[in-house]
Each structure stands twice: as structure tokens, then as C-alpha cells.
């Protein structure tokens, strides 16, 4: 059924640009220049984000401008995404990828030339185009170098090693320090090697887009309501855990060390689960698994306050729930990969960041607002209700699609 349901989307869907495939041993240089990429830029984001926040915290910069500075990127993301599918048309994926990494690298320099906090909203903001256009692109590259039997496997590869790399950050900034020039000439200096897997392993590997797509941008929302929401989801989600659940853990009687401890086993759970949910998904139905995946969100979220009294129990089912939820992400993009090619895959992964950025957004205002309400729990209750309507969202659109169309999410 799979292979008949693949064969009918490829009649109606646009094809990879490329005109011959690539050999085995291409394929694997093509992954190996685009995850190295990736994970460089991460480890250069995981310690610029903190480094900045501390600096801003240091100078006693107001939280209200902290938090809108902290904002610029997701704004960049809304500026920018809407236009790469375009834009690959008249740029190369390599120079493209080169040109988003050079600017984030030379933007690291500019926050300690430029120490007025007000010149930190532009510099931000570029630099956030740069981020979008490396996640997106390099999120289309990937899914497009897979097939049906291996994409959930390379989705979750890319998403453990980008955890990684992310949780290599803070590390590289405890060896750097925050003082003086040195942590913004290493991070930059490590963003800029991410150019290099690119030169040395991807030259003449890249997909190419020529067409257009054939779907408005906004209109995958339509087209693939689950597996776009996803995304939404799982950036309110994240965004809320990071910002949000180490009050929750204070206000609910854990110490400071146990609520910033939190944030690691939730981690954790991301790096431990994402490979693990890829593979299940190569080898049942994804609808199935983007289910699964919704409904332990769900669980996970209202098992929380029931925990609060034992740090054991706690760090278990944050973990748990870390690494579940964590699959939103992996397996919507799986299946976006499965449904669309070309064109369309570029517009459909430049949806899906959107929708992130958009949770990225929303979530923490709507959390913050319920905990004024019912303090701690208003945390709950927001979380809880946006997974739960996402959960009616995929079981409507599991139950109403047929075996013929797996991956029409």
C-alpha cells in the first residue's frame, strides 16, 4: 500500500530538481556536510543564547527588554521563511547556506562592538534570518536525501545530534567565560567552521529547486494540518519547558539546584528518544506514531503536578515526557518529507519552522497569563490545553485518513 501511495504522490507532486540520484556513497557525503553543518551552528547558538542573556542580566537590562530582544529571531523567522523556496530558485542551497553562515558568524563579533543594548535588536534580528535560512534549508536537504525506508532514522539522527550539539554550548561557554571579547570571537569563530563541512563533503551534492511549488505557503496548514502543527506545538512546548517549568519547579516547593536540574533531564529525554522514535516510524505508520507521540504529551504534561513531591518521580516522568514529546518534531517533519518533494518540501519545512516559531511565541505570554490566574498550576492547564487540542487534531486527521494515504497529515 506504502509503495502504491508513493508512487501516486510522485504523479502529482513535484520531483527533487536533481536529475540522476546520488550514489550511496554521495548520499552519505551529502549528510555528512549538512549534520556537521548543523550541529556546529548549534553548539555556536546553545552558547550565544545564555551568554547574551547573562550580559543582559548583568547590565540589569529590564526582563521586558530582555524577553523582546530574546524575540528578535522568531520575528526574523516570520520575515524570512514565507520567501526560501523563492529563493532557492535564484541561489544555490550550498552559497545559500555559506552566505547564512558567514553572517551569523560575523554577527557574534558585533554585540561586543556594539554595547548599546538598543543596536542589539537589529544585530539580532539579521542574525536570526541567518539561523531560519541554515535550519530551514539544512531541514530540506535532509529530507530530501531520504527515502521511505530510512527517513524517520535520518530525521531523528539529525535531531539527536542537533540536541547534542545544542547541549554542548553551555559547556563551551563555562570554559570561555563571559568576560572580554573571547567568548564572542570562539563562538563566531565556531560558527563560521560550519562553513566548512559544506565546502569539503557537499560541493555539487545539494538538492536544487527550479519550480515552484504548488501550494501557497499557508496552505499546508490545510494540505498537512498535523503534521505543520506539529511544529507549532512542540516550539510552545520547548519554549515553555525552558522558560517556564523552572518557576513552576520553584513556586511548587522544589530548591533553585532542582529547578534549573529540570531543564537538563528534559534534554535529556530529547537526545535520548529522537533517534529511537525515528527508526519506529520506518517501520509503522507515522500517523500512528505522530499519534502515540501527541497522547504522552498530553499524559506527560498533566502527570506533572502529581510528581512535584518526589525529585525521583519528577525527573522520571519529565524525562519521559522530554523525549515523547520530543517526536512531534521528528516524525512531522518525516512525514512532510514523505508527503511533498522539490518545491513543495522546501515550502512545506519553511511552514512547519514557521509554526514553531509561532509556539516559540504564544507559548510562554499564555502560560505565564494562566499561572496569574492559578499560580502554579495555570502552567499546567495552558500546556495541557494546547496539547490536548492537538491530540483531537491528530486523531481526527488519523482516523479520517485512509491506509492508502499514509503520511496525508
Not at 215 to 233: C, D, Q, S
Not at 268 to 289: H, M, S, T
Request: glycine share 10%; hydrophobic share 55%.
Amino acid at each position: 500500500m506504502e509503495r502504491q501511495s508513493d508512487m501516486q504522490e510522485s504523479q502529482s507532486l513535484n520531483l527533487e530538481a536533481r536529475e540522476e540520484p546520488l550514489s550511496r556513497a554521495d548520499r552519505r557525503r551529502s549528510l555528512i556536510a549538512v549534520i556537521a553543518c548543523i550541529t556546529v551552528v548549534g553548539i555556536g547558538l546553545g552558547s550565544s543564547i545564555p551568554l547574551l542573556a547573562l550580559l543582559m542580566e548583568r547590565r540589569q537590562i529590564p526582563a521586558l527588554l530582555i524577553g523582546l530582544n530574546t524575540a528578535m529571531p522568531a520575528i526574523a523567522t516570520f520575515m524570512l521563511t514565507p520567501f526560501i523556496p523563492r529563493l532557492l530558485r535564484r541561489v544555490p542551497v550550498i552559497p545559500f547556506l555559506l552566505a547564512c553562515v558567514a553572517v551569523s558568524a560575523l554577527a557574534m563579533p558585533c554585540y561586543y562592538i556594539f554595547q548599546n543594548v538598543w543596536l542589539w535588536f537589529p544585530i539580532r534580528f539579521v542574525n536570526g534570518l541567518a539561523i531560519t535560512g541554515l535550519f530551514v534549508v539544512s531541514e530540506f536537504w535532509i529530507n530530501s536525501l531520504a527515502d521511505e525506508k530510512n527517513r524517520g532514522k535520518l530525521m531523528g539522527l539529525y535531531g539527536t545530534i542537533l540536541s547534542c550539539g545544542f547541549a554542548a554550548g553551555p559547556a563551551l561557554l563555562y570554559l570561555a567565560g563571559a568576560d572580554g571579547a573571547l567568548p564572542f570571537l570562539l563562538i563566531g569563530s565556531l560558527l563560521l567552521a560550519g562553513g566548512a563541512p559544506l565546502l569539503v563533503f557537499g560541493r555539487g551534492l545539494a538538492p536544487s529547486i527550479k519550480e515552484k511549488p504548488s501550494h501557497g505557503f499557508l496552505t499546508f496548514l490545510l494540505v498537512a494540518p498535523a503534521a505543520t502543527l506539529a511544529g507549532l506545538i512542540y516550539g510552545a512546548t520547548e519554549t515553555n519547558i525552558f522558560n517556564m517549568l523552572p518557576i513552576y519547579a520553584l513556586r511548587s516547593g522544589m530548591g533553585e539546584q532542582a529547578a534549573a536540574f529540570v531543564l537538563t533531564i528534559f534534554a535529556a529525554g530529547n537526545i535520548a528518544f529522537q533517534f529511537p522514535i525515528g527508526l519506529i516510524a520506518d517501520r509503522i505508520d507515522r500517523r500512528a506514531v505522530l499519534l502515540v507521540c501527541a497522547a504522552g504529551g498530553f499524559l506527560g504534561i498533566l502527570a506533572i503536578p502529581f510528581t512535584t513531591f518526589s525529585m525521583p518521580l519528577f525527573a522520571l516522568v519529565l524525562f519521559v515526557f522530554g523525549g515523547v514529546v520530543v517526536g512531534l518534531y521528528t516524525v512531522g517533519l518525516t512525514l512532510l518529507g514523505q508527503r511533498f518533494r522539490g518545491a513543495d518540501l522546501a515550502a512545506a519545512n519553511a511552514a512547519f519552522v514557521m509554526m514553531y516559531s509561532t509556539g516559540a511565541l504564544v507559548g510562554p505570554p499564555l502560560s505565564g497569563f494562566a499561572m496569574d490566574l492559578w499560580n502554579p498550576h495555570g502552567l499546567i492547564v495552558a500546556m495541557g490545553s494546547l496539547c490536548g487540542i492537538y491530540l483531537i487534531v491528530a486523531g481526527w486527521r488519523y482516523a479520517k485518513a485512509s491506509p492508502e494515504a499514509q503520511g496525508a497529515l
